[in-house]
Structures are given as structure tokens and as C-alpha cells.
């Protein structure tokens, strides 16, 4: 946009400040923030804050859709905001205080239709938003005109943009389970039995074959030398 063409009416700053009546749905958003924004925004939709939220989320998205849809956003916030404006009196120019906080919505919604329609090419409708802010509000106007411009939209190749992991996520199927213990880690009823084994056949209580207390009577030794030593018929 032309911001050196642009200039503060200095004629606005003799008709009388317009401050809108309180917004509910400033409190509500606070109090429910992103979760249950758009229920807000159905329990409320004459609040200019609420269609300028949704107009400044589309445009920072940065594509040619959301620049649309941004677009139709901050026009419904806009007239939202005309409307109230005259029913507190409003003669179409005068101030309208940035610093009262239930103006802002309003304020947000005509900026974010400035941005919006140079977007999208209407270059005259930017230019006369703008005009219309600074009249309005030149603090307004010094808050809000460094944000949502063009060249604020992040490039996708900028790695500082990209997005980090999401701590929520599920865990990646290639991350091993975690072992139990050590590999090496003998059963003990194992070790007892090696135990059992390796033990000396001496304390088995005589039951060996070697042990030396399982030796045959002399007698039957006798008798079984005789036997072998008989002719084969």
C-alpha cells in the first residue's frame, strides 16, 4: 500500500470520539480462548472482535484461499462494527478510539480488510480502508499496520517457520520398546540346576556308579568267573 499517501484527517479529530458499548464476547474469548472459539462466535455474531479473529487467522495462512475467505471475514466484521457505530451516533467520521477496547474489534476488522483487499487486487478498497483507519484512530493505526502485510507472510522454505514436533503425537512405530533387563541375566532356577549338575557324585549319598560302596558281593564275582570259564556246547 501507499503509506506515504496516506495522511490523518485532521477534520475527524473535531467531531466527538465514539466508544462502543461493551462486548460480552471479548470475556467469553478470554475465557474459553481457541477451544470454544466458534461457539463464540455463534453465541455472538454481531462482535466485529470475533469475524476480525477469524479474518487475521485466514490471512496469516498466506494462501490465495485464505486471503478469500479473510477477505469475506473482515467484511462482516466491518459492517458488524458499522452497525453498532451508528447506533451509538455515529455520523460516518469522527474518532473512534483505539485505547477503548471494545472499539478494537472494529478497528481489527477494517485493517484486516485493507490487507485483504490488496490481496485479492481491489487496490482502491485497501487504500480506502487504510485512509479510513487513520481517520479514525491514528494509535489504531500505528498498532495494527505493521501486522498482516504481505510481505509478513512466512515463506514455506523458511526452516524457521517449519513446524516443530507436535509433543501430543503418537510415538513412531520405529522406536524400539524398551528391554526389561539385561540380556545376560541368568533364571535362577537355571543356575540351580548347572549347579546340580556340576556337583561331585561323592555327596550324592553313595547312589553313583562310581561311587565305591556299590561293588558286588566277592561271592557272586566267583560264581560268575566259573560260568564264563565252561566249554560252549
Known amino acids: 500500500m501507499a503509506e506515504d499517501q496516506m495522511h490523518p484527517d485532521l477534520l475527524a479529530d473535531t ?3 465514539t466508544r462502543l458499548p461493551h462486548d460480552p464476547a471479548i470475556a467469553e474469548l478470554a475465557d474459553h480462548g481457541r477451544q470454544d472459539f466458534l461457539s463464540v462466535v ?4 454481531a462482535s466485529s472482535l470475533c469475524w476480525a479473529l477469524l479474518a487475521e487467522g485466514s490471512l496469516m495462512a498466506g494462501t490465495e484461499a485464505a486471503d ?3 477477505y469475506a471475514y473482515a467484511r462482516t466484521g466491518y459492517h458488524r462494527g458499522l452497525d453498532a457505530l ?5 455520523k460516518g467520521q469522527g474518532p473512534i478510539p483505539w485505547e477503548h477496547l ?17 490481496r485479492i487486487g481491489e487496490q482502491d478498497e485497501a487504500e480506502r480502508c487504510e485512509q479510513f483507519l487513520r481517520d479514525s484512530s491514528e494509535s489504531g493505526w500505528q498498532a495494527l499496520h505493521t501486522t498482516l502485510i504481505p510481505t509478513d507472510v512466512a515463506s514455506p522454505d523458511d526452516p524457521a517457520e517449519e513446524p516443530g514436533p507436535d509433543p501430543e503425537a503418537a510415538p513412531s512405530e520405529d522406536v524400539p520398546e524398551p528391554a526389561s533387563g539385561p540380556e545376560d541375566t541368568e533364571n535362577p532356577s537355571d543356575e540351580a540346576e548347572n549347579d546340580s549338575a556340576d556337583a561331585d557324585p561323592r555327596e550324592d549319598g553313595g ?8 561293588e558286588r558281593p ?3 564275582e566267583q560264581d560268575r568267573q566259573a560260568e564264563a570259564a565252561q566249554p560252549q556246547g
Do not use: T
Open 15 to 17: 467531531e466527538p470520539a
Open 42 to 45: 455463534r453465541d455472538y455474531p
Open 68 to 70: 478469500i475467505a479473510g
Open 86 to 90: 451508528r447506533r451509538e451516533g455515529w
Open 102 to 118: 471494545a472499539n478494537q474489534g472494529f478497528l481489527r476488522s477494517l485493517w484486516a480488510l485493507s490487507v485483504a483487499a490488496d
Open 207 to 214: 547312589n553313583s556308579p562310581e561311587s565305591p560302596d556299590d
Open 218 to 220: 566277592a561271592e557272586e
